[in-house]
T-cell receptor
Framework: AQTVTQSQPEMSVQEAETVTLSCTYD???????LFWYKQPPSRQMILVIR??????QNATENRFSVNFQKAAKSFSLKISDSQLGDAAMYFC???????????FGKGTKLTVNP | AAGVIQSPRHLIKEKRETATLKCYPI?????VYWYQQGPGQDPQFLIS???????DKGSIPDRFSAQQFSDYHSELNMSSLELGDSALYFC????????????FGSGTRLTVV
């Protein structure tokens, strides 16, 4: 079974600084998708960024980018110019191609200090 | 833009009672998913429906059942509620396969007392 590991239960960053959240996963499949979801105190799960495993280019969405290392099965999220509104729980998630369910990591709680 | 609508937002039930949660997916999304998130936990997959048929099943207790109706809305029915069922229940929708990521609803907070 696929597993997703987030080794940092909590992280903090100063406003306007950059922070990187770690995620590793375990799979024997070649066709899969990786996601980062944000869950603020409002509890809504919001899709931040998506990466297709067959694409070598790292995905980028404005201030959010990933470092996808397929051989190492690593998928870290970099948040640049951190803002107070970035404070949330961040979940890394895996989806196997052809499957429907997402497998989530345990999450990293990000605090942004003014 | 229309989002995934869940109702109710909050629900308080007593042990052994029954609860019904509703989910209205984004128009044209053909797949609906249900997840359970316990306090301080990551979301756990319960069940999914594609075109009104159950398509995948996770760690859903036998006391729970779900279905998707002709208008694509879905309901999660939970019977003989236990204290451990207290959690946030998310519904999400997507186009088939979920490869593009889901859109989640705001969740239903179920408290069993």
């Amino acid at each position: 079974a696929q597993t997703v590991t987030q080794s940092q239960p909590e992280m903090s960053v100063q406003e306007a600084e950059t922070v990187t959240l770690s995620c590793t996963y375990d799979t024997s499949e070649s066709d899969y998708y990786l996601f980062w979801y944000k869950q603020p105190p409002s509890r809504q799960m919001i899709l931040v960024i998506r990466q297709e495993a067959y694409k070598q280019q790292n995905a980028t969405e404005n201030r959010f980018s990933v470092n996808f290392q397929k051989a190492a099965k690593s998928f870290s999220l970099k948040i640049s110019d951190s803002q107070l509104g970035d404070a949330a729980m961040y979940f890394c998630a895996y989806n196997q191609g052809g499957s429907e369910k997402l497998v989530f990591g345990k999450g990293t709680k990000l605090t942004v200090n003014p | 833009a229309a989002g995934v609508i869940q109702s109710p937002r909050h629900l308080i039930k007593e042990k052994r009672e029954t609860a019904t949660l509703k989910c209205y997916p984004i128009p044209r999304h053909d797949t609906v998913y249900w997840y359970q998130q316990g306090p301080g936990q990551d979301p756990q997959f319960l069940i999914s429906f594609y075109e009104k048929m159950q398509s995948d099943k996770g760690s859903i207790p036998d006391r729970f059942s779900a279905q998707q109706f002709s208008d694509y809305h879905s309901e999660l029915n939970m019977s003989s509620l236990e204290l451990g069922d207290s959690a946030l229940y998310f519904c999400a929708s997507s186009l088939k396969g979920g490869n593009y990521g889901y859109t989640f609803g705001s969740g239903t907070r179920l408290t069993v007392v």
